[in-house]
């Protein structure tokens, strides 16, 4: 049984550091797809717990083009790169409220890599969010809120 008088809100584990990023992005597609079939296995669990989709927010295309497979490295504006063939998800926005309702599995989300989608090439962490190279900037808070107002 469940206890009634408390929500999780499950937050995006940062893709900040390089050399943890090629594990980090596949990890947050199989947390994503697993508080999915949670929720729709268990009605109280999809009103209880939440998952904060704005993982994806945190990234943005590498201006380099390369797609250098398994591999992440810093490039010469010290923003940070991942490799394409990496799992990842796909919202745009950070919408996705209830564990499970906010929208489609990673896999069928648009620009997935890895998760049964179209490889979209080397993504790296926003420069506006690097901080010192371990922790994400609190830049992030606004993307955090916009998926905290998104949960119904």
Do not use: I, W
Request: aromatic share 6%; hydrophobic share 35%; charged share 20%.
């Amino acid at each position: 049984m469940y206890d009634r008088s408390f929500e999780v809100f499950v937050h995006a584990v940062p893709p900040v550091l390089n050399e943890t990023r090629h594990l980090v992005v596949p990890f947050e597609t199989a947390l994503r797809r697993a508080l999915v079939a949670a929720c729709a296995a268990d009605p109280l669990m999809a009103q209880k717990v939440h998952h904060l989709d704005f993982f994806d927010d945190l990234l943005v295309p590498s201006s380099s083009g390369k797609n250098d497979s398994n591999s992440s490295k810093s490039n010469s504006n010290g923003s940070q790169e991942v490799s394409g063939d990496e799992g990842g998800s796909g919202s745009s926005n950070g919408g996705g409220g209830g564990g499970g309702g906010g929208g489609a599995e990673a896999g069928e989300r648009e620009g997935v890599v890895g998760g049964g989608g179209a490889t979209v090439g080397t993504r790296v962490l926003r420069p506006d969010l690097a901080f010192d190279g371990t922790h994400l900037s609190p830049a992030y808070v606004p993307l955090m809120d916009r998926a905290l107002r998104a949960v119904e």
